[in-house]
């Protein structure tokens, strides 16, 4: 730990003993407690003893009560009273405090931390107000000194901007506030949450609307645009902070918010087909034209002047099948969506960009799609296709995004969003009465020019329901 304090400790050492923090409380005691004798041995050395110093509160009243005495004999004596103070007062910044926060890491975990304007921060895995942590992947426990405890699912960006308030840029968390910390606050890009003795879950994303899910106790949120409107949470309730200041409630949501670190670290996905649209690669296509019928006339490109995307301009509905990707199970296609869809003004038809899955690439039509219509998110299963389907997060998005669908089984599906397997929100679960058989990827636009990139299936052990 004396390595760990000094940076001085090795890479391989240091998965050691975040392992050992991990799965030991006793060990992260010790911890905290080594930090904080560190912090004291190291100002102790300025001439300052902290480990003999009197608790503040009885220095400020013995204090107190001699300057009273002095002033009353004699009131020539108040100068000196004033210079006391302004002693004591040297004394109370000079008292040691222990970190404001401490955190450990899940492994595999990559974070870097900066203090307060880009300079370099403390030493050891804590946390001061000014300090700023970005983890590019894995999942944090925070550990803070009043009592609170926080998961954190990266990618995240956090800055402690006071001792009862954490901003969060992005990231997934999960937070356990006693009754001893009541007033603890998070604020996000979209909200101020103040916490009133409970256990909640934030949801923060670049292009996503922000959500707060409520399991225990209650929360206040204020919506810091538009109507700037307060909110109050109670447990088993969700809420997303609307773009116009309003408050809308949304399915609660358990899944994307650990209660512990992960104990290994993430398996590494294996591709089994990708595209991302660098050479033009068209001729792997079967593109159906449902207006006109046959094929596209010269309603999609890709890499059109090495724009190294996938352009569907469609007046009507337009489909692309790739001739040779499936989707088996425990597999996941995977798009990124380029374009916003919005609803045009005279039209009663609102335009879409979907995702399919069908099992004739050749035929004009799906066996299920998956759509968004002007931010609305719609499943439709095909005449001869019979299936149901469950919502757990069908907020509005901001393009650009990236959609994954996931085979649990024949016949059970996932929906998701989100840049990266750790950031995955659950949009929907969608199950087919029978087996769909074989079925191929593909993707259609309906009354508006879609863009995508990188269309992939992979296999991945962590692909969960």
Same mark, same amino acid.
């Not at 609170?148 to 937070?175: A, E, Q, S, W």
């Given at each position: 730990?004396?390595?760990?304090?000094?940076?001085?400790?090795?890479?391989?050492?240091?998965?050691?003993?975040?392992?050992?923090?991990?799965?030991?409380?006793?060990?992260?005691?010790?911890?905290?407690?080594?930090?904080?004798?560190?912090?004291?041995?190291?100002?102790?050395?300025?001439?300052?003893?902290?480990?003999?110093?009197?608790?503040?509160?009885?220095?400020?009243?013995?204090?107190?009560?001699?300057?009273?005495?002095?002033?009353?004999?004699?009131?020539?004596?108040?100068?000196?009273?004033?210079?006391?103070?302004?002693?004591?007062?040297?004394?109370?910044?000079?008292?040691?405090?222990?970190?404001?926060?401490?955190?450990?890491?899940?492994?595999?975990?990559?974070?870097?931390?900066?203090?307060?304007?880009?300079?370099?921060?403390?030493?050891?895995?804590?946390?001061?107000?000014?300090?700023?942590?970005?983890?590019?992947?894995?999942?944090?426990?925070?550990?803070?000194?009043?009592?609170?405890?926080?998961?954190?699912?990266?990618?995240?960006?956090?800055?402690?901007?006071?001792?009862?308030?954490?901003?969060?840029?992005?990231?997934?968390?999960?937070?356990?506030?006693?009754?001893?910390?009541?007033?603890?606050?998070?604020?996000?890009?979209?909200?101020?949450?103040?916490?009133?003795?409970?256990?909640?879950?934030?949801?923060?994303?670049?292009?996503?609307?922000?959500?707060?899910?409520?399991?225990?106790?209650?929360?206040?949120?204020?919506?810091?645009?538009?109507?700037?409107?307060?909110?109050?949470?109670?447990?088993?309730?969700?809420?997303?902070?609307?773009?116009?200041?309003?408050?809308?409630?949304?399915?609660?949501?358990?899944?994307?918010?650990?209660?512990?670190?992960?104990?290994?670290?993430?398996?590494?996905?294996?591709?089994? #087909?990708?595209? /991302? @649209?660098?050479? $033009?690669?068209? =001729?792997? +296509?079967?593109?159906?034209?449902?207006?006109?019928?046959? &094929?596209?006339?010269?309603?999609?490109?890709?890499?059109?002047?090495?724009?190294?995307?996938?352009?569907?301009?469609?007046?009507?509905?337009?489909?692309?099948?790739?001739?040779?990707?499936?989707?088996?199970?425990?597999?996941?296609?995977?798009?990124?969506?380029?374009?916003?869809?919005?609803?045009?003004?005279?039209?009663?038809?609102?335009?879409?960009?979907?995702?399919?899955?069908?099992?004739?690439?050749?035929?004009?039509?799906?066996?299920?799609?998956?759509?968004?219509?002007?931010?609305? #998110?719609?499943? /439709? @299963?095909?005449? $001869?296709?019979? =299936?149901? +389907?469950?919502?757990?997060?069908?907020?509005?998005?901001? &393009?650009?995004?990236?959609?994954?669908?996931?085979?649990?089984?024949?016949?059970?599906?996932?929906?998701?969003?989100?840049?990266?397997?750790?950031?995955?929100?659950?949009?929907?679960?969608?199950?087919?009465?029978?087996?769909?058989?074989?079925?191929?990827?593909?993707?259609?636009?309906?009354?508006?020019?879609?863009?995508?990139?990188?269309?992939?299936?992979?296999?991945?052990?962590?692909?969960?329901?």
């Amino acid at each position: 730990m004396q390595d760990l304090l000094e940076g001085e400790l090795e890479a391989s050492a240091l998965d050691g003993l975040q392992q050992e923090l991990r799965e030991n409380p006793e060990a992260r005691e010790l911890y905290r407690e080594y930090v904080r004798l560190h912090n004291a041995l190291q100002i102790r050395s300025e001439d300052v003893d902290l480990l003999r110093v009197v608790p503040m509160d009885q220095v400020v009243e013995r204090s107190q009560r001699r300057v009273l005495r002095r002033v009353l004999r004699n009131s020539g004596m108040a100068a000196a009273a004033m210079l006391m103070i302004g002693a004591l007062m040297m004394i109370k910044i000079c008292i040691y405090e222990p970190p404001v926060l401490v955190f450990i890491t899940s492994p595999g975990s990559e974070f870097s931390l900066s203090g307060v304007d880009g300079e370099d921060s403390p030493d050891g895995m804590a946390i001061e107000v000014g300090t700023r942590r970005q983890v590019q992947c894995g999942t944090v426990e925070l550990n803070f000194g009043s009592g609170v405890r926080g998961i954190i699912r990266g990618p995240d960006d956090l800055t402690l901007h006071r001792k009862d308030l954490l901003h969060m840029n992005r990231g997934t968390g999960r937070f356990e506030v006693p009754e001893k910390a009541v007033g603890f606050m998070v604020s996000t890009p979209d909200l101020v949450l103040t916490d009133l003795a409970t256990v909640f879950g934030i949801l923060t994303q670049p292009n996503f609307l922000d959500e707060v899910h409520v399991f225990t106790g209650k929360v206040e949120v204020l919506n810091r645009y538009g109507l700037k409107n307060k909110q109050l949470i109670v447990a088993d309730e969700a809420w997303v902070a609307g773009p116009a200041g309003r408050w809308t409630e949304t399915p609660l949501l358990r899944d994307p918010f650990h209660t512990e670190l992960p104990k290994s670290a993430p398996a590494a996905a294996t591709v089994l #087909f990708k595209d /991302d @649209f660098e050479t $033009d690669t068209s =001729g792997d +296509y079967t593109s159906i034209d449902y207006d006109r019928g046959g &094929a596209i006339k010269g309603g999609f490109a890709i890499d059109s002047a090495g724009s190294g995307v996938l352009e569907i301009r469609a007046s009507s509905a337009a489909q692309l099948v790739h001739r040779s990707s499936t989707l088996g199970g425990n597999e996941c296609f995977k798009t990124e969506w380029l374009t916003q869809v919005v609803a045009l003004r005279q039209s009663s038809s609102a335009p879409s960009s979907s995702q399919i899955l069908t099992d004739d690439p050749s035929k004009k039509r799906s066996s299920v799609r998956l759509r968004v219509d002007a931010g609305v #998110f719609e499943i /439709d @299963f095909a005449r $001869d296709f019979k =299936g149901s +389907y469950e919502w757990f997060n069908n907020s509005p998005y901001t &393009a650009p995004e990236t959609f994954w669908v996931v085979r649990v089984s024949e016949t059970e599906f996932c929906w998701y969003r989100g840049a990266s397997e750790q950031e995955q929100v659950k949009i929907a679960e969608f199950t087919f009465d029978s087996d769909p058989g074989q079925l191929f990827v593909g993707l259609q636009a309906y009354m508006v020019t879609a863009r995508f990139d990188n269309l992939s299936v992979v296999e991945s052990p962590d692909s969960s329901e």
